[in-house]
């Protein structure tokens, strides 16, 4: 009898237990779907968005951000989204090239973002079923070239939200150093603006690693690390300044398979980078984004390629001694035919989309959270404040431009119209980052010595072949 | 009611809650894995059958068997060096000399931290060793290599350690002074009585060893990132990284996933018996 009591008691236990659980489960999932605030009202506060949100279209919004570097920003924008409608945005961040998974992952939740970022038209391809049309959209419509929207059909599937601009970042006073230098070698340079090729450039960059201690610095151009928080701004960013010229000899926007015309001007670049640079070669596959942006913040090297996303790197730094008027920009010289008149890489990776299988009310209320932070006066504001994009939006004039060093360097170069801008052309086609990463991992093994340079031109036009074969399946 | 048919009565209610957390967490998802092994999917919520051609993609390309192969290699490697340090240490440690205790905890401590945080820790500190000539980690396929054997060496050697101890100190007192009074030298006493005696200990650690080297995940992720290329990329990255990073290979992943669970189990399992059989009873 008393061993029956004791199963039975067990058995009562063991429900409760499991009840307890679900009980649990359900209080965790009203909290999400509310997220309290950390003030003393918070109750309040979750009742009250609770009411607004219902009020208004019940929609939620799920921003997954593709930009690490403006994880903060985009929360306060959320924030005061929050605070003008009462709509909770909840912003997940996905670390530095790992969108793509973290997409994948969080698409398969339940609770899936509603408005996620693709890179352009390969990007579409894999997300197409995602892709909510969004012609119908006033910011959509706010684009003024309608060219550089991702389309397909009548459809628009991607809109992109800001114009970013790429190069060497220099800093000035380390150039004006040299340039005064006594004994510097002739190279036909007397300033910053006299290098317009990359002939000038190798003679100037060779001739300042000479000097560096006279200099005080380490090497001429920073880490070119290629570790994976760096690695794009070489496998991705350079590499398409020879691909993208070969889609212009060919005059198109993609090709099924390349031929690789530009590879030794390629070699070229990426040989200057790891020489003049502030660490040997065989270091550069450890070295991450941050130690460049360190070193340049330092002023222990003089040239940083980066894009004008990069202010906030720089100048967060520990010990950053680099001020804003020290900040120019030089384009990338490769040695093509030209390139006098070239100018910096310009173009976008960032189209927003819209999960097409989120429920209208999300849908409705994720674009009507982009309407507000692109239309409003408020939105605009900390759009250009804190987000510190150039949008590409009608609602934008001039002046809404963010004040930025390295905004404002680029704006100059894209107002000399005797400049030719490069355009991310060759990269928004870039077949996939598994292309990517074998092109990557080439570069690293070259620079450490233990590959070819041909191994590289060879597994490059294989695996842009292949991985255009596998998108077309 | 029978004794029996009670015993089934009450047998529901203990098993149910557990079963349904096991359907839940683990026979759903695996028979889910297995369906999508042979769909084309982006998200695992909306596929598409494609039959076999999964498995066919697998071995188009050399990744996979490239990370097989590393991976039995590593796994070879590891199985020894781990067993054979953590039984000298459980030997050691075993002789009643003061402060085991101590040294026992301590030894075990690196089993606690979790191999993301290992994984990064000692790429710091090997980095650190080897950029006194200029190299890195991920500079050398060799270096990664045998940067995991260290890793695995370290985090295991401790756990396989207190089972054997275990082992050891269960070996009866009485047939050791029997073999120490016929004259038995320690060699002997070693390879004649403790060895066997101890062999369930190394049925189970050998297991242990297997199965953790031939899954591993997290460490090889921190430590290598699979680099340089993808020649330190073990079997489960290569999985995460056909199922993440590559597009249109989902199902090839979940393909690739069926395949290792396969391995796995057979390997295990062969093993298990083969051990099994060199048990004696004391």
Redesign the interface.
């Known amino acids: 009898m008393r061993k029956k009591i004791l ?1 039975a008691s ?2 009562v236990a ?2 409760a ?2 009840l307890v659980g679900c009980g649990s489960d359900k209080e965790e999932e009203t909290t999400t779907k509310a997220p309290a605030s950390d003030d003393a009202d918070a109750d309040a506060d979750a009742d009250a968005d609770a009411d607004a949100d219902a009020d208004a279209t019940g929609g939620k919004v799920y921003y997954l951000n593709f930009k690490p570097e403006s994880e903060e920003q985009w929360k306060k924008v959320a924030d005061a989204y929050k605070e003008a409608t009462g709509v909770e945005v909840k912003i997940v961040t996905a670390a530095s090239g790992t969108y ?2 973290t997409l ?2 969080e ?2 939740k339940d609770e899936a973002p509603t408005l996620f970022q693709i890179n352009g038209p390969v990007g579409y ?3 197409k ?2 892709c909510m049309d969004l012609s119908s959209t006033d910011f959509a419509n706010w684009v003024a070239d309608k060219s550089m929207l991702v389309t397909e059909g009548d459809g628009v599937y991607g809109v992109p939200y800001c114009v970013e601009s790429y190069g060497l970042i220099v800093n000035k006073t380390i150039f004006a150093n040299y340039f005064a230098l006594e004994g510097r070698a002739d190279t036909g340079c007397n300033s910053l603006e006299d290098i317009n090729t990359f002939a000038k450039l190798k003679a100037v960059a060779d001739d300042m690693q000479a000097n560096k201690d006279a200099l005080g610095i380490k090497g001429v151009f920073t880490s070119a690390g290629m570790d ?1 928080s760096s690695d794009w701004r070489f496998k991705t960013h350079l590499l398409n300044v020879a691909i993208t010229a070969e889609f212009n000899d060919a005059g198109v926007t993609d090709m099924d398979e390349i031929e690789f015309k530009y590879a030794d001007n390629f070699k070229q670049i990426w040989d200057l980078y790891i020489t003049d640079a502030t660490c ?1 070669p ?2 550069l ?2 070295k991450t984004g941050g130690d460049a942006a360190a070193e340049f913040a330092l002023a222990e090297a003089a040239i940083y390629q980066n894009g004008v996303w990069a202010w906030g790197d720089i100048s967060s730094s520990e010990g950053a001694k680099v001020t804003e008027d020290e900040i120019g920009y030089l384009p990338i010289y490769m040695g093509l035919e030209g390139e006098e008149k070239q100018g910096l890489c310009t173009g976008t990776e960032n189209y927003f989309c819209v999960n097409a299988k989120a429920s209208e009310a999300d849908q409705k209320a994720t674009i009507a959270f982009v309407e507000w932070v692109f239309g409003s006066e408020e939105g605009k504001a900390l759009v250009k404040d804190e987000l510190k994009f150039l949008t590409m939006f009608t609602t934008f004039t001039p002046d809404d431009a963010p004040a930025d060093p390295l905004m404002k360097a680029a704006a100059a170069y894209a107002s000399n119209t005797e400049l030719t801008s490069v355009a991310w052309v060759g990269m928004n086609h870039f077949p ?3 292309f990517k ?2 092109v990557g ?2 570069m ?2 070259y620079a ?1 010595g ?1 590959a070819e340079w041909q191994t590289l031109v060879d597994n490059c036009i294989a695996a842009w072949a292949e ?1 255009k074969a ?2 077309a ?1 | 009611m029978t004794n029996r048919r009670k015993k089934i009565l ?1 047998f529901i ?2 098993v149910l ?1 557990t079963l349904i957390a096991f359907m839940i967490a683990f026979v759903i998802p695996f028979f889910q894995g297995i369906y999508l092994s042979f769909c084309k999917f ?5 596929a598409k059958w494609v039959g076999l051609e999964n498995y066919e993609k697998i071995f188009k390309t050399s990744d996979f068997t490239d990370a097989l192969w590393f991976t039995t290699k590593f796994t070879v490697v590891s199985i020894i060096t781990v067993n054979v340090f953590a039984f000298l240490l459980a030997l050691a440690l075993t002789r009643k000399v003061k402060g085991t205790n101590i040294f026992r905890t301590i030894f075990f401590m690196p089993n606690l931290i979790g191999g993301i945080v290992l994984g990064y820790i000692w790429q710091a500190i090997l ?1 650190s060793i080897l ?1 006194n000539w ?7 396929a060799d270096y990664g290599f045998w940067g995991l054997v260290i890793i695995m060496n370290w985090q295991m050697i401790g756990y396989m350690m207190i089972i054997y101890i275990a082992g050891i100190q269960n070996v009866p007192a009485d047939v050791l002074e029997a073999a120490k009074i016929d004259g038995a030298t320690p060699t002997q006493t070693l390879f004649r009585i403790t060895i066997p005696l101890v062999m369930p200990s190394f049925t189970i650690c050998l297991f242990l060893t297997l199965s953790n080297s031939f899954k591993m995940f997290d460490q090889n992720l921190a430590l290598t ?1 699979g ?4 020649e330190t990329m073990m079997l489960a990255y290569n999985i995460h990284y056909t ?8 199902g090839v992943a979940q393909a690739k996933a069926v395949i290792f669970f396969i391995i796995v189990a057979v390997i295990g399992f062969a093993q298990l018996v083969l051990t099994r059989s060199k048990e004696v009873e004391s």
């Open positions: 199963c067990m058995c063991m429900a237990s499991a793509e998974s994948k992952a698409m398969s391809q894999t997300w079923d995602y994976s040997e065989s270091l596959a450890q996939s980052e598994e990463n074998v991992a080439d690293t093994a450490a233990s991985e596998l998108a399946e | 009450y209610p203990f809650p982006t998200t695992v919520n909306d980095n950029n200029d190299l890195t980690l991920v500079g050398n990132d680099k340089p290329g993808k199922m993440y990073t590559r597009n249109f290979m989902e």
